[in-house]
């Protein structure tokens, strides 16, 4: 028997993409850009780092030479290290949408093939009939925003006229999502709970993937911030994924961070929550103390998208992923033979890119663990390819879409 700890770095891309232009992306590269900076300077915050990108563990992993096979060239002022442990490549998205959803699903091993609905950038955002139904069964008076925003900036925006009139505050981006921001304590986490609900059943036949809960506390623009009761309802993965193979063969998913709820909890056996990339590490390896032969350990790190990803941040992109290869060394100590780890992503979110979404990339693929041979995977075909490996590991039949490179 074996186990298989699966770690998603929210938003790591590596470019290269082959139909980034599809998406108005062509170029972006998350890795590639953030080393660029740093090597250049612009990747230095006083008190936070200084210096080109320095990521040893990962580089030892593969990671620098995971950069050329999907975008054609090292990240710049990174050394290339001679010797590899582990197993490495790079994959490129075959799901129609760059959010964190399809990406996930299609790691494990679902595509999603068919089209999400999104709202339209100019005018109002939101069909005046579904904002009708939404804020009369919810008891609302009306709705702010709506229109495309960036979260923290519209909270700054809005967030006082939001505690005067106590209507919630409801924004996009070029996701498929329908996302709701509105105060703790003025307007209630149960009450954005309740209305978000409402918003998942109404927004179904309109094809919306998440309906995002942003609940923020703090008295005045300047002193806004959200908090770690964020909640993501999203529609159920449209067949069954590698987590439900899993609990079928009667294994166990152990679920940390947004996992849950990205997988709408289906084929999840324990729920882990953690708030930041720090926590979900020391979350992730308590999971792993306690997972048992053939189970699977599924963390998502998310402030690399959430706090660094969207709010173009390179220094704070650059210092987080310094951060999480720093504690490498921590998940190696832990491993048993049998054990395989993966690091990977779900799509990219360049901190140098216009605007403040997604980008549509091709992610990095590293596989190690006890015995397991340093090879190159090369660039895969689907992520697809993630979860059919981890299924050939952990021993359960093999799905209908990707191949294993184990
Ligand atoms: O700007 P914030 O609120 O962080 O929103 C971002 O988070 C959403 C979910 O990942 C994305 O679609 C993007 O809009
Ligand atoms: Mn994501
Ligand atoms: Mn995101």
Redesign the pocket.
Known sequence: MARAFLFVLDSFGVGGAPDAAAYGDEGADTLGHIAEFCAAGAGDRAGLRSGPLSLPNMSELGLMQIARSASGQFPAGMPVPEKIYGIYGAATEISRGK??PSGHWEIAGTPVSFDWGYFPIEGDAFPAEFIDALCKEAGVPGILGNCH????EIIARLGEEHIRTGMPICYT?S?S?F?VAAHELHFGLDRLLAFCQIARRLLDRYNIGRV?A?PFIGQSASTFQRTGNRRDFSVLPPEPTLLDRLVEHGRRVHAVGKIGDIFAHQGISRVIKANGNDALMDASLSAIDEAEDGDLVFTNFVDF??SFG?RRDVPGYAAALEAFDARLPEVHKKLKPGDLVVLTADHGCDPTWRG???TRERVPVIAYGPGIRSRSIGVRRSYADIGESIARHLGIPAGPHGRSFL
């Open positions: 959010d964190t925003a960036s979260g923290t981006s996701d999502v996302q995002i942003r998208d959430m969207h403040t979404d997604h």
